[in-house]
């Protein structure tokens, strides 16, 4: 440990040259942990695969045990929850405060317990990051919430169902109001409904486990209530990381190659890979796999982050990292996190050209960025900064590694079996 008490491991990365081979990219952070949160509804044994090795699992895990479900992986890849339905709906600050999807225990838990005791959720370091429209929507299913030293208790006998028109679409919202909509007397209506892959795959399983959800993937989401002993557990396939899959497109972009992206979901990337193709990569797709080659230097592109068909906000890091290195200048706008450019910071250490101005940031790309040592601030941004590195002369070292270990299956190895100049220090 640092003297601040960080952990200190660090990524160095040098370019060594183009990178060629293949990636297997896992399944995705943001799906997993909610299929978690999930099991808290019907009793039984669930088995998650495609379950990705990173930090996040590992504390849902720690957070289910303390509810009444047990996590265990039998082996990579393959996570086994038993619920025997002894629950406790009391979800403790030392894990809540650690992982912002800790909120996706609340629709779960108030529809199965008709209570739960939770601290305000943490996570990700980019700002404020309000729950009101989880609280509103269940408030109208019949929920009532109490705030107080930093805990929310909400209390329903039964929740009936409710029509919902969410002024954004708010993934964790949606999530919440989904899960706790199951067991709800009636029909619960979502419009403007998150339509993420990862809200369809949390979906896709609740269905498998007995629910009556139609809609999915559409931003008009019905759920038809069932009574409660009717939901049992179910199995299922995460579905595969787009944040992972456009990680490695970008490491290819900056450093140059050819690389197959494989077990990725190419059709849940549509917009992002008509922009890489914008920006000079090669990108063809077909079932389940990405193929791409990088000759030649990036050219630059306008971005706007928006919800779900649009460019992820998760994306902008590594397209502003892009940017940093493209021929020309691009501005890249937030939509949803307006805090969301501290890692900007770190990219002017290595020499890169931004400025930002409120919800924008203005790139103006130079050749090459010039190695130095930046830290990740939170996952996006720090797996970023490894990107960054390839697009360097010179050696970057990342710290703040605990941050990627969060959302990222093995980074380091799975860039440097593909040729990159890269390893943990
Ligand atoms: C999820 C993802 C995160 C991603 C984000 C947007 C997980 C664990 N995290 O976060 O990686 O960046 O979706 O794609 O899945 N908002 C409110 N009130 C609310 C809820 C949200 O104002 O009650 C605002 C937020 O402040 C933010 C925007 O809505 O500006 C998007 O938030 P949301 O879609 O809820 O993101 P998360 O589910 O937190």
């Known amino acids: 440990m640092t003297a601040s008490g960080e952990p200190r491991d660090q990524i160095a990365i040098r370019h060594l040259g183009p990178l060629k081979g293949t990636i297997r990219v896992p399944g995705a952070k943001n799906a997993v942990l909610k299929l978690m949160a999930a099991s808290l509804l019907a009793d039984g ?132 109001i989904v899960t706790a909509a199951v067991f709800a007397e009636g029909t619960t209506t979502i419009d403007n409904a998150a339509r993420e892959p990862e809200v369809v795959d949390m979906c896709d399983l609740l269905v498998e486990m007995g629910a009556d959800i139609t809609g999915i993937g559409t931003s008009r989401l019905v759920v038809d209530g069932v009574e409660r002993g009717s939901l049992k557990a179910a199995d299922h396939r995460t579905v595969p990381d787009r944040i992972q899959a456009a990680t490695y497109l970008a490491a290819v972009a900056v450093a140059g190659g050819e690389l197959d992206i494989v077990e990725a979901r190419p059709e849940h990337m549509e917009n992002l890979l008509a922009r890489f193709v914008e920006m000079g990569l090669d990108v063809s797709a077909d079932a389940g796999r990405l193929h791409v080659v990088a000759e030649g230097r990036l050219h630059s592109i306008d971005v706007p982050t928006l919800p779900y068909p649009g460019i992820a906000t998760d994306y902008k890091p590594l397209i502003i990292t892009m940017l940093s290195v493209a021929d020309g200048a691009g501005i890249v706008t937030e939509n949803l996190y307006p805090g969301r450019f501290r890692y900007v910071e770190e990219l002017i250490r290595l020499g890169a050209n931004i400025r930002t101005t409120g919800h924008h940031a203005v790139v103006r790309g130079v050749p090459r960025l010039s190695g130095a040592p930046v830290r990740a601030h939170d996952i996006r941004a720090g797996a970023a900064m490894v990107v960054a590195g390839l697009a360097a002369d010179g050696v970057t070292t990342v710290s703040g590694v605990q941050h990627i270990d969060r959302g990222y299956d093995d980074l380091v190895g799975r860039l440097a079996a593909v040729g990159a100049g890269i390893e943990r220090i």
């Open 45 to 176: 044994r669930y088995e998650l695969t495609n379950v990705p090795a990173i930090d996040d699992v590992a504390i849902m895990g720690e957070l289910l045990a303390a509810l009444g479900v047990r996590a265990h992986s039998p082996e990579p890849g393959r996570l086994i929850l038993d619920n025997d339905g002894d629950l406790v709906p009391l979800a403790p600050y030392e894990l809540v405060e650690r992982i912002r999807a800790s909120i996706n225990v609340l629709g779960p838990l108030l529809t199965r317990c008709g209570e739960i005791r939770l601290s305000m959720p943490g996570g990700d370091d980019f700002g404020a990051r309000p729950i009101d429209l989880h609280v509103a929507s269940l408030e109208a299913m019949g929920a009532s919430f109490k705030f107080a030293h930093g805990e929310l208790h909400a209390t329903a006998d039964r929740l009936h169902g409710a029509e919902i028109a969410l002024t954004f679409p708010s993934v964790g919202a949606t999530e919440n």
